[in-house]
T-cell receptor
Framework: DTAVSQTPKYLVTQMGNDKSIKCEQN?????MYWYKQDSKKFLKIMFS???????INETVPNRFSPKSPDKAHLNLHINSLELGDSAVYFC???????????FGPGTRLTVL | SQQGEEDPQALSIQEGENATMNCSYK?????LQWYRQNSGRGLVHLIL?????REKHSGRLRVTLDTSKKSSSLLITASRAADTASYFC????????FGAGTRLTVKP
């Protein structure tokens, strides 16, 4: 039983395209996150959602937009993809901001 | 915002040796957590230590926390090749921040 799942696992696309990455958690958690891990392995938080409300929005380009249709899902939509968007994107969830996070397997995005 | 910063960036040891990784942070915290990441995978939670705790054990893992120095250390004893991974610390102050991690290689 997968706790946090992401699709797709790999995504290869051209510059300028729009793409989405989906994330679902079946843990009943209230908070979900999106992280970007670059080639140097630095893990940077992008967004977090608590009960469908955005509570953290790091200074990411507005081409990135999180969409949460319900508490169990937090999808990441990216418009006008750029080369620098190539990275591994991780979704995570937690009971709240002070508890451990459970991570998805990651989505490796390659922009050509 | 604050984040944990791990050092060293990379550590290579022989199987059976102990591995020590350090983490520093900048402002007050409620707790500090250590995570492990195998190559190309998501992070797995290892251990959480609260600000009023000084030391915590879990199996071969020992974590210390010095709030006066704003630092923590993760000790893995009797390391195994399977311990090869990147290790991250994360601090919370109503949110979570990660450092760049320490890449541990345990040679068989």
């Amino acid at each position: 039983d997968t706790a946090v799942s992401q699709t797709p696992k790999y995504l290869v696309t051209q510059m300028g395209n729009d793409k989405s990455i989906k994330c679902e958690q079946n843990l009943g958690h209230d908070t979900m996150y999106w992280y970007k891990q670059d080639s140097k392995k630095f893990l940077k938080i992008m967004f977090s959602y608590n009960n469908k409300e955005l509570i953290i929005n790091e200074t990411v380009p507005n081409r990135f937009s999180p969409k949460s249709p319900d508490k169990a899902h937090l999808n990441l939509h990216i418009n006008s993809l750029e080369l620098g968007d190539s990275a591994v994107y991780f979704c995570a969830s937690s009971q709240d901001g002070a508890h451990e996070q459970f991570f998805g397997p990651g989505t490796r995005l390659t922009v050509l | 915002s604050q984040q944990g910063e791990e050092d060293p960036q990379a550590l290579s040891i022989q199987e059976g040796e102990n591995a020590t990784m350090n983490c520093s942070y900048k402002t007050s915290i409620n707790n500090l957590q250590w995570y492990r990441q195998n190559s190309g995978r998501g992070l797995v939670h290892l251990i959480l230590i609260r600000s009023n705790e000084r030391e915590k054990h879990s199996g071969r893992l020992r974590v210390t926390l010095d709030t006066s120095k704003k630092s923590s250390s993760l000790l893995i004893t009797a390391s195994r090749a399977a311990d090869t991974a990147s290790y991250f610390c994360a601090t919370d102050n109503n949110d979570m921040r990660f450092g760049a991690g320490t890449r541990l290689t345990v040679k068989p």
